[in-house]
């Protein structure tokens, strides 16, 4: 996975940086969409399009995904250059995993408009 350079991360180019990951963990692990599908509980014309970056992938659905590959969430999200955040993100994509996502968004829901 590539490091993305802070202020140039953009929704799609995350959303196929993340397929592009689970699909390299789904082939060393030999595990097809179908087998994906099921275990995540989406369909498999719905796993297609979130591996190809064409639909996004919600934090519960990356959860899923990591437990059905067996890995850490956090495995699966493309890292930033350096620890700042970027414009227009409401967390950081910094190795810390998911966990640090969901905090951070807890964090921004609370903040007031």
């Known amino acids: 996975m590539t490091n993305m350079p802070v202020g140039e991360v953009d929704d799609t180019q ?3 940086e993340v397929g592009a990951a689970i699909h390299n963990l789904m ?3 030999k595990m097809s969409q179908r087998a994906l599908s099921k275990a995540v509980g989406i369909s498999q014309a719905s796993v297609s399009a979130k591996l190809r970056g064409h639909v996004g992938i919600t934090i519960p659905e990356l959860m899923r995904i990591a437990g059905a590959l067996d890995v850490d969430p ?3 999200l493309p ?3 350096s620890n700042q ?3 227009g993100y409401p967390f950081a994509l910094v190795s810390g995993g ?3 996502v969901v905090d951070l968004a807890a964090r921004r829901v609370g903040r007031a408009s």
């Open 14 to 16: 995350v959303s196929v």
């Open 27 to 29: 082939w060393r692990k």
């Open 74 to 76: 956090g495995e699966l």
């Open 79 to 81: 890292r930033l250059d």
């Open 85 to 87: 955040q970027p414009s």
């Open 98 to 100: 998911v966990s640090n």
